[in-house]
Antibody, heavy 123, light 107 residues
């Protein structure tokens, strides 16, 4: 079973950047996509983007395209999400998650999640 | 982006009750619909994928149905541990999107 362990809570000033890490352990394929999803207090879930941990390819939500960078250290099985130009609306729990893809059916779903990292943006 | 709605937004029920939550999408998504359960302070947990397939380890009192734009999640006999928030999510295209959630409380 794959486990995803994220870095801890962060408090940032408006305009700053934050970097959250996500380390995978346990059985893992050589190539998988690490996704980032956030959840503002009392709100639903919002997809930010993903990275292919094998080749480093990324895809971002248009909403975050200009402010987010997702990277990985393949040897350390760790993915990173950096969000810049933070504003109060970015206060949220940021999750990493693995997307399982069933090649036979085409079904895709998030079957493993990190514990979440609370990012608070406040002056 | 595909928008999603859920109804009801909140629901009060008793242990042993049968409850159904509905999820609708603004576009056809075939059966690329997943359901998650989230309890306070924890990450979402996958219950159902492909609209009706039960994830390993999930009790069979949970079931999903639907196709196209209308989907349901049914809990046949509520247990105390089922009181949580439930989200639907489409994986038909990018960006993946989630419903607003249905809060299930104890009556």
């Amino acid at each position: 079973q794959v486990q995803l362990v994220q870095s801890g809570a962060e408090v940032k000033n408006p305009g700053a950047s934050v970097r959250v890490s996500c380390k995978a352990s346990g059985y893992i394929l050589t190539s998988y996509t690490a996704h980032w999803v956030r959840q503002a207090p009392g709100q639903s879930l919002e997809w930010i983007g993903w990275i292919n941990t094998n080749n480093g390819n990324t895809k971002y939500s248009q909403k975050f395209q200009d402010r987010v960078t997702i990277t990985r250290d393949a040897s350390a099985r760790t993915a990173f999400m950096e969000l810049s130009s933070l504003r109060s609306e970015d206060t949220a729990v940021y999750y990493c998650a693995n997307l399982f893809y069933d090649v036979l059916t085409g079904y895709q779903f998030f079957d493993n999640w990190g514990q979440g990292a609370l990012v608070t943006v406040s002056s | 982006d595909i928008q999603m709605t859920q109804s009801p937004s909140s629901l009060s029920a008793s242990v042993g009750d049968r409850v159904t939550i509905t999820c609708r999408t603004t576009q056809y998504i075939n059966d690329y619909l997943n359901w998650y359960q989230q309890k306070p302070g924890t990450a979402p947990k996958l219950l159902i994928y492909g609209a009706s397939s039960l994830q390993n380890g999930v009790p069979p009192r949970f079931s999903g149905g639907g196709s196209g734009t209308d989907f349901t999640l049914t809990i046949s006999s509520l247990q105390p541990e089922d009181f949580a928030i439930y989200y639907c999510q489409q994986s038909y295209n990018t960006p993946v999107t989630f419903g607003p959630g249905t809060r299930l409380d104890i009556k």
